[in-house]
């Protein structure tokens, strides 16, 4: 495995926002393990698409080959599937948020954050989902028009959300949110999945707002190698991977 030696890495691993100059480079996840996780989701793909054959219209078929393809990085393919799902049964519209990120990682911002909008009246709880509105919207009409469409929130979230939220409003630096994960005192376990969520939505709050950068990059890298998502294999976890390789790719594209 490409990484850090241990010292190094509890060092990253505590004090991210302690680094403003140049950034170290982590390799988030071997070639050995990448290759296995396309072959797993090529495999379910397939399977998923005999079962669309047998049937056209099982939806949890479509379900199940619209997540494989996302996570393969087929985004139009995985679209195709999502919305396909709603056509078979409209009732699902609401509740499709990966729909959304399908959407979203076309470049088509305007649909992206009316499907996001609209989960707001299924989960008006979730703040993750309105972070995705917010990055929808600030990709569509910039920051402002984001910060003034932030959907409203007045329960309570899981952390680090709360914190994540005020970065993307603009009430609290990046920094600030690693500095509260940490006067938590969380157990170990559950700090690593609170900073999983915090890497990958610190990392593309820096790429949106700043650009491209070895900053956002070393978030996005810390959010594709954290423990807690490669174990779990979450949707959000391959999101996290997808994106770190995906400016990962534009910055390498820029030094060339």
């Known amino acids: 495995m490409n990484s850090p030696s241990n010292s190094v890495f509890l060092i990253l691993f505590l004090y991210p926002f302690a680094f403003f100059g ?18 797993k989701y090529s495999e379910l793909e397939r399977v998923a698409s005999l079962r669309i054959q047998e049937n056209p219209n099982d939806i949890s078929s479509f379900s199940n080959r619209g997540d494989a393809r996302l996570f393969l990085g087929k985004f139009l393919d995985s679209r195709n599937d999502y919305e396909k799902m709603i056509e078979l049964n409209p009732k699902l519209e609401v509740s499709h948020w990966r ?10 911002f305007s649909k992206a954050a009316r499907q996001f909008e609209i989960y707001h009246q299924y989960d008006n709880v979730d703040r993750e989902n309105g972070i995705w509105r917010f990055m929808s919207q600030y990709k569509d009409k910039g920051l402002e028009y984001a910060r003034n469409g932030l959907l409203l929130y007045t329960q309570n979230d899981r952390p680090p959300y709360p914190w994540l939220y005020g970065m993307f409003a603009g009430d609290i630096k990046s920094g600030e949110v690693f500095k509260r994960i940490k006067s938590k005192a969380f157990s170990t376990h559950y700090e690593t999945r609170v900073l999983f969520h915090a890497d990958l939505y610190v990392g593309i709050f820096l790429e949106l707002t700043e650009g491209p950068s070895s900053q956002a990059l070393f978030h996005l890298a810390r959010a594709a190698s954290n423990e807690y998502g490669r174990k779990s294999g979450t949707f959000m976890w391959q999101v996290a991977r997808l994106h770190h390789a995906r400016l990962a790719k534009i910055m390498s594209n820029l030094k060339e």
């Open 99 to 108: 729909l959304g990120i399908a959407y979203f990682y076309l470049s088509d």
């Open 22 to 39: 140049q950034v170290p480079e982590i390799q988030p996840i071997p070639t050995a393990e990448l290759l296995e996780i396309n072959k």
